[in-house]
């Protein structure tokens, strides 16, 4: 699979950006797919994970009510509406996909094995 982020770029706080991850090749197969971001200096932290029929979502505590992930399977895409954006919100966005089950939802990046390139989102205060 591979999985390609667009989308990002700058926005003043209080702004909105929606990031949109395309996959291809063995496209969506029942996988959670998820958003990570990484800030510099920082660890790569989750944000936010859809399973596969979009059924169920998690959020990081940061972003909820805030960020809102979906998907289309017809489409092969996962999307990730972003509101109210924060200074603090400023990284690089990445999405990812776990081949594990599709149903089961983890925050840890490593449980992911295929990831896309990242986008870059910047708020600005």
């Known amino acids: 699979v591979q999985l390609q982020a667009s989308g990002g770029g700058l926005v003043q706080a209080g702004g909105s950006l929606r990031l949109s991850c395309a996959a291809s090749?063995?496209?969506?197969?029942?996988?959670?797919m998820g958003w990570f971001r990484q800030a510099p200096g920082k660890e790569r932290e989750f944000v936010a994970a859809?399973?596969?029929?979009?059924?169920?979502?998690t959020y990081a505590d940061s972003v909820k009510g805030r960020f809102t992930i979906f998907r289309d399977n017809a489409k092969n895409m996962v999307l990730l509406q972003m509101n109210s954006l924060k200074p603090e919100d400023t990284a690089v966005y990445y999405c990812?996909?776990?081949?594990?089950?599709?149903?089961?939802?983890?925050?840890?990046?490593?449980?992911?094995?295929?990831w896309g390139q990242g986008t870059l989102v910047t708020v600005s205060s």
């Open positions: 990812a996909a776990d081949p594990d089950t599709g149903v089961s939802i983890t925050t840890t990046p490593s449980r992911y094995d295929y």
């Open positions: 859809i399973t596969f029929s979009g059924g169920r979502t």
């Open positions: 090749g063995r496209t969506f197969m029942p996988y959670v």
